[in-house]
């Protein structure tokens, strides 16, 4: 069982450039999301889905875009990367994240991508 | 809105010493909490979660309280081992992300834990 996969591990791009941070799972999840960890910053929420087709805004949005079209699949793309970008990545995931549902609310993750804008 | 505050790191202990981090919060309403881990090298995974005031989570050998009076979720462990060096983040749910009923989840920065044989 592979859990979250995310792709690349590490990656340096010069400022400007676009990428693709690759993340999937195959523990059949609704909720997928992305973190961005920076030094004294703890995890921020980047992007969220509550499943295929269904995206929304974290709270630090700007110069990303996600799809979710399969329920695996939630890659995250940097359009023009800027050097306040630099950080590791997270992508994580959950059968739900609604308080309702017996054992929701936890988060599998996966290992990080660390990116270097320069 | 929701916030979670860690003691400051690093901190570097003795095998079998006993270990506290503190943790307090400030949230509307009623929180779940949890504390996460990180070991070198890899994603961040759950430690043990509490769902209500005066619940005590536990696993492998650490345990956390759910004081609300406190509003405080401190981690402890009465013997660590060199196993347990890694990062430790507190996090809680509460707020609502949208209208699908899902819950944010907020970290605090991070605790490094060092245990040195």
């Known amino acids: 069982n592979a859990g979250v996969t995310q792709t690349p591990k590490f990656q340096v791009l010069k400022t400007g450039q676009s990428m693709t941070l690759q993340c999937a799972q195959d523990m059949n999840h609704e909720y997928m999301s992305w973190y961005r960890q920076d030094p004294g910053m703890g995890l921020r929420l980047i992007h969220y889905?509550?499943?295929?087709?269904?995206?929304d805004q974290g709270e630090v949005p700007n110069g990303y875009n996600v799809s979710r079209s399969t329920t695996e699949d939630f890659p995250l793309r940097l359009l023009s990367a800027a050097p306040s970008q630099t950080s590791v990545y997270f992508c994580?995931?959950?059968?739900?994240?609604?308080?309702?549902?017996?054992?929701?609310?936890?988060?599998?993750f996966g290992a990080g991508s660390r990116l270097t804008v320069l | 809105g929701d916030s979670v505050t860690q003691m400051e790191g690093p901190v570097t202990l003795s095998e079998e010493a006993f270990l506290t981090i503190n943790c307090t919060y400030t949230a509307t309403g009623y929180p779940s909490l949890f504390w996460y881990v990180q070991y070198p090298g890899e994603g961040l995974q759950l430690l043990l979660k509490?769902?209500?005031?005066?619940d005590k989570g536990s696993n492998k050998g650490f345990e956390a309280t759910y004081r609300k009076e406190t509003t405080s979720f401190h981690l402890e462990k009465g013997s660590v081992q060199v196993s347990d060096s890694a990062v430790y983040f507190c996090?809680?749910?509460?707020?609502?992300?949208?209208?699908?009923?899902?819950?944010?989840?907020?970290f605090g920065t991070g605790t490094r834990l060092t245990i040195i044989p």
């Open positions: 996090a809680l749910t509460g707020r609502l992300l949208s209208n699908f009923g899902n819950e944010k989840l907020t």
């Open positions: 889905s509550v499943g295929a087709g269904i995206t």
């Open positions: 509490a769902t209500k005031a005066d």
């Open positions: 994580a995931s959950s059968y739900s994240m609604d308080r309702g549902l017996s054992g929701a609310n936890v988060l599998t």
